[in-house]
């Protein structure tokens, strides 16, 4: 696509070549929308067309199935259980992933500070990290589920194995990076190991920490809808791979929505705290 | 021994690498030592040996007449050409850290009537270096030439028995240089400070030092260029009586004839 005249008018006035063009906070909303939106009336066209040629398709259920469908879900108690199956589906898969990230994030806080600081805890553990980092993370799912049971502390088990090793080792790189003049000049300034940890490296691996969870986001909802699709009762995975039996696209591409949605704001929120609370961290872009 | 510093035939080598050969250096409390020398004389790697950051493969370092433990201390503060600072902290956070290390060894923190005393000190010392006006900017705000201040201020709160200055205004415009000279000569007589300085800049070493030293290489193997190291060529004292000898002005200018060129990386 070359930028044609009508283009250009929605764009700033500036230099003519495509990598200098500047784009203002509104154009920049304005040009984001316009693929999400497309996205969804290719989808509203091709739904209609099927449902014009049969009008009980499933592939492609048009919005007000799905939300019927949904609001089933989401206001009505399940005759079974009396469980609004939504809302527990969204908490208990909540709680896991938070747990899993929570214990994810400590580990990798604690091991990374060690590892990238401290020489003889680098050089002892630093390759069992590295040699459980390359085992792939489902390869594993059996001995959790045979050893942790069918329950919550499997998938949790899941979701650490499959991220902290790599966070540890993001975290002690950063940390084994710091400037080796600052790590003497704090020295000189009379810190010791512990107050060195404390006070230089421990804040300054704050905001990679940030960084490495929004980046193990992504792999952390793999474990975790895997772990739930393989053996659950309970989670917004587990409810997927439920009604997938029945062709419930009604209910599966809301859930896929939620769980995006989910995964922008938790992104979000990480963002806004690495911003709120180390703001040093945000120099170029302050 | 009368001498705060002294160097004892001081030899470094990594492996087949001879970096410093037979260096002997008494350095008084008081003076303001220049080392200058041309690019890989082991200028850094002495100033490491008299920071603790590296041990000597031969000879004995003193201070105040006690034998130096190869880790830095508080006893020799430092400031680096770069990243001497630390970016997480403010100003005024920086230049407290050295006390809050002294005196909170477990949370590395002061609080109530402790902390507003080390505040006060380390406002004290920041309005020494010219910083009072940015007591709560990170790093990353300040112009290199703030940073390097802060980096001073940082050092002397905790009143180092020698101040090692690793090619301290090498990153910083000439304008902004020649005031950080001034501002270093000026500590240096108010807090009665005992300075090395590496430089590559000959006139600065002149200028700035009441005595000069040139690390050099006395021979050169061409075949193998690492059997040699380098020691000290020139050990020029520069008190008023002796500038004052033509002999002495004859070596100055034989120094800046020799090194003003190559000393450039």
Redesign the interface.
């Known amino acids: 696509m070359e930028p044609s005249e009508s283009k250009d008018t929605s764009l700033q006035k500036g230099p003519g070549r495509w990598v200098n063009m500047r784009i203002g906070r509104s154009q920049r909303m304005l040009l984001g929308a316009i693929p999400i939106l497309l996205v969804l009336v290719i989808y509203l066209i091709a739904a209609s067309q099927r449902h014009a040629i049969n009008p009980s398709d499933k592939l492609l259920p048009l919005p007000g199935a799905m939300m019927e469908a949904m609001s089933a879900l989401i206001f009505q108690p399940d005759p079974l259980s009396g469980d609004y199956l939504f809302w527990s589906d969204t908490l208990a898969s909540l709680r896991r992933l938070g747990t899993g990230l929570g214990i994810s994030a400590l580990s990798a806080l604690v091991a990374g500070l060690l590892l990238g600081i401290l020489p003889p805890v680098r050089a002892t553990f630093g390759p069992l990290v590295t040699s459980i980092a390359v085992i792939p993370p489902l390869a594993l799912l059996p001995i959790l589920f045979i050893a942790f049971g069918l329950g919550d502390t499997a998938k949790v088990a899941l979701i650490v194995i499959g991220i902290a090793p790599v966070m540890i080792r993001d975290v002690a790189g950063h940390v084994t990076a710091l400037p080796r003049e600052q790590i003497i000049k704090a020295q000189t300034l009379g810190a010791s190991s512990w107050q060195l940890i404390l006070r230089v490296a421990l804040p300054q691996a704050m905001p990679r920490l940030i960084q490495a969870t929004r980046l193990a986001l992504g792999p952390a909802w793999v474990f975790l809808i895997s772990a739930e699709a393989i053996a659950s009762d309970v989670g917004l995975g587990y409810r997927i791979f439920l009604v997938r039996r029945y062709l419930s696209m009604d209910i599966i591409l809301p859930y896929v929505a939620w769980i995006a949605l989910l995964a922008i704001a938790i992104d979000l929120m990480l963002t806004w705290s690495s911003r709120r609370f180390y703001p040093w961290a945000h120099g170029a872009d302050r | 021994m009368s001498a705060l510093l002294s160097l004892d035939n001081i030899g470094l080598e990594y492996g087949d690498q001879v970096i410093l050969e037979r260096i002997n250096l008494d350095i008084d409390a008081g003076a303001f030592v220049s080392i200058i020398g041309p690019a890989g004389a082991g200028k850094s790697s002495l100033l490491r040996l008299v920071?603790g950051?590296d041990a000597p493969t031969r000879g004995q370092i003193m201070l105040d007449g006690t034998p130096l433990r190869p880790?830095?201390?508080?006893d020799?503060?430092?400031v680096?050409q770069?990243?001497?600072?630390?970016?997480?902290?403010t100003v005024l956070q920086n230049t407290v850290?050295?006390l809050?290390?002294?005196q909170s060894?477990?949370?590395?923190?002061l609080f109530g009537s402790k902390r507003s005393t080390a505040l006060k000190e380390a406002e004290e010392m920041l309005d020494a270096v010219g910083l009072s006006g940015a007591l709560h900017q990170?790093p990353?705000?300040l112009s290199g030439g703030m940073q390097q201040r802060l980096?001073i201020a940082?050092?002397l709160i905790?009143r180092?028995r020698i101040l090692l200055l690793d090619e301290p205004f090498g990153a910083l415009a000439p304008g902004i240089r020649a005031d950080m000279q001034a501002l270093t000569k000026r500590l240096w007589t108010e807090y009665d400070l005992t300075v090395i300085m590496i430089t590559h800049d000959v006139s600065e070493a002149f200028s700035l030092g009441t005595r000069v030293l040139v690390l050099d290489k006395r021979r050169h193997d061409p075949h193998a260029p690492n059997r040699y190291g380098a020691t000290a060529v020139y050990d020029l004292p520069l008190d008023k009586r002796e500038a004052e000898d033509p002999d002495v002005s004859n070596t100055i200018d034989e120094i800046r004839n020799t090194y003003q060129d190559t000393t450039h990386d």
């Not at chain 2, 990243?83 to 902290?89: E, G």
């Open positions: 920071l950051q880790e830095c201390g508080p020799r503060g430092v680096f770069r990243y001497s600072v630390f970016p997480h902290l850290f050295g809050e290390c002294e060894h477990i949370l590395g923190r990170y990353a705000q980096a940082q050092a905790k180092p």
